[in-house]
T-cell receptor
Framework: AQKVTQAQTEISVVEKEDVTLDCVYETRDTTYYLFWYKQPPSGELVFLIRRNSFDEQNEISGRYSWNFQKSTSSFNFTITASQVVDSAVYFCALRAGGSYIPTFGRGTSLIVHP | NAGVTQTPKFRVLKTGQSMTLLCAQDMNHEYMYWYRQDPGMGLRLIHY???????AKGEVPDGYNVSRLKKQNFLLGLESAAPSQTSVYFC????????????FGQGTRLTVV
């Protein structure tokens, strides 16, 4: 069975602070894919990034960076110099198993105060 | 390019009433999913389909039925709505390959009174 744990239910920061959202996953498969999605207050779900299990390179996109560590089964997301527009619920997801049905974590609500 | 379209966007039902939520995608995706989102519970999978004419139960299937008669459409039915089914429902679709991200509809906010 696949499982994704986002232990942080809600994080509150002040603008310009750096913040890291944690994601821990469980799977017995050697081939799997990890994703992050953003859900802003408007409600839609927006895809941010994917990572496959064979690529542990960290990725940076502007103020966003992702750290994938197979040794700790983690795929953490860091926002540098947070902004009010980063306020959203962020979901980590896993596609694994024979049919690759996505499993989502419970989400982390990030509140960035001006 | 419409992507994934859900109808309706809002609905209020009385306990015991029935309704169908429609999801349509124009990306020729094999896989389609219905999730519900409740506070603190994240996105929970209700039912999914890996192809036209096939459906399967997800994590929380009780009280719901689905059908996928055409590849582009995935219907979610509530035969006898209950207050516990008050939620935001999201339809999503993806390619069958694991690397494909899911594309989501805008959601349906359903209230059962």
């Amino acid at each position: 069975a696949q499982k994704v744990t986002q232990a942080q239910t809600e994080i509150s920061v002040v603008e310009k602070e750096d913040v890291t959202l944690d994601c821990v996953y469980e799977t017995r498969d050697t081939t799997y894919y990890l994703f992050w999605y953003k859900q802003p207050p408007s409600g839609e779900l927006v895809f941010l990034i994917r990572r496959n299990s064979f690529d542990e390179q960290n990725e940076i996109s502007g103020r966003y960076s992702w750290n994938f560590q197979k040794s700790t089964s983690s795929f953490n997301f860091t926002i540098t110099a947070s902004q009010v527009v980063d306020s959203a619920v962020y979901f980590c997801a896993l596609r694994a198993g024979g049919s690759y049905i996505p499993t989502f974590g419970r989400g982390t609500s990030l509140i960035v105060h001006p | 390019n419409a992507g994934v379209t859900q109808t309706p966007k809002f609905r209020v039902l009385k306990t015991g009433q029935s309704m169908t939520l429609l999801c349509a995608q124009d990306m020729n995706h094999e896989y389609m999913y219905w999730y519900r989102q409740d506070p603190g519970m994240g996105l929970r999978l209700i039912h999914y389909s890996v192809g036209e004419g096939t459906t399967a139960k997800g994590e929380v299937p009780d009280g719901y039925n689905v059908s996928r008669l055409k590849k582009q459409n995935f219907l979610l039915g509530l035969e006898s709505a209950a207050p516990s089914q008050t939620s935001v429902y999201f339809c999503a679709s993806s390619y069958m390959t694991g690397q494909s991200e899911a594309f989501f509809g805008q959601g349906t906010r359903l209230t059962v009174v």
